[in-house]
């Protein structure tokens, strides 16, 4: 009752002005009752239309002004509460400027006005737009004449737009893990396999990283040969037992066949590394070239 006593400019009496204190808000839930717009909906909460300047620059909107000064009133010699209603009939008219343009009269006295000729060309009429509560900005107004059956249902539907927001921020990351390993690819056991080869080739750069020097060997130096396997079986059948002797830093583990050969290490005449045989302390037998490398 307040809100149509208050819409009507009637007096409700000096009692009922007194202890009646709720007329703005009823008068809020009643400008937002005759838009249309179902209260019963989620978009009963919607905001008026309002310009949102967020990441343009200062002098955007300015722009605005300059077109009221040019087409209304000075801003100066206006209130400052008039000249804001201003501005937001402007953004009504920017905002609504197609569906008004297909529905007026063309000898409508609206068209012929200035501010509407402005609305048709004005660079920053997309800045005109509404929000609602789970997407407002700061240039959003604040929401009023919303009933708590209403923000319910906001609060709700921020909560749908929350969950969607970190639905999609797992996505994103669970494919980029994926990809990166590229997993459900067909590179994927090729990607496999080709690190397993680096990683052999690299111990085997690592175990050969010191090589062995035959150049520091004389002829006469003899190293005695342990742990053989040998490819042919009337050496691999030598039946060879362990004798270990130390000679030095240049003898190794010797071992010596039953029937008195032992093998060794010299430097042959071609100044290579080679295998001999010795039998009962015979001439060595040459038996093959021979290549040595340092394990890690």
């Known amino acids: 009752m307040a809100s149509i006593c208050l819409r009507a400019c009637w007096s409700m009496g000096p009692v009922k002005d007194r202890y009646i204190h709720y007329e703005k808000a009823g008068n809020q839930f009643t400008g937002r009752c005759v838009t249309g717009i179902s209260s019963l909906d989620k978009t009963f909460a919607i905001s008026p239309v309002y310009w949102d300047w967020a990441g343009c620059a200062s002098t955007a909107e300015k722009s605005v002004d300059d077109v009221l000064e ?176 130390h000679d030095g830093k240049k003898t190794g583990n010797r071992r010596q066949s039953k029937g008195g050969d032992r093998f060794m290490i010299r430097l042959g005449e071609n100044g290579r590394l080679c295998l001999f045989q010795t039998a009962n302390h015979g001439v060595p037998k040459f038996c093959c070239d021979v290549v040595l490398w340092r394990p890690k």
């Open 70 to 245: 040019a087409t209304c009133v000075e801003k100066n010699g206006t209130k400052p509460q008039t000249f804001g209603l201003l501005r937001y009939l402007f953004a009504c008219l920017c905002y609504h400027y197609k569906y008004l343009d297909e529905k007026l009269h063309e000898t409508s006295q609206l068209r012929a006005s200035s501010v509407f000729i402005e609305a048709a060309v004005f660079e920053h009429a997309d800045r005109a737009t509404t929000a609602f509560p789970w997407n407002a900005t700061s240039y959003t107004p604040k929401f009023t004449g919303v009933p708590p059956h209403v923000m319910i249902l906001v609060k709700m539907e921020e909560l749908k737009v929350e969950l969607a927001k970190q639905s999609e921020v797992i996505a994103d990351k669970l494919k980029a893990e994926l990809d990166a390993r590229s997993v459900g690819g067909s590179e994927y056991r090729a990607t496999a396999l080709l690190q397993e080869v680096k990683e052999m080739v690299q111990m085997m750069k690592e175990q050969a990283s010191v090589p062995f020097k035959p150049d520091a060997i004389d002829a006469d130096d003899t190293f005695y040969v342990g742990d053989l396997d040998f490819g042919t079986d009337d050496v691999a059948d030598s039946n060879f037992e362990d004798n270990t002797a």
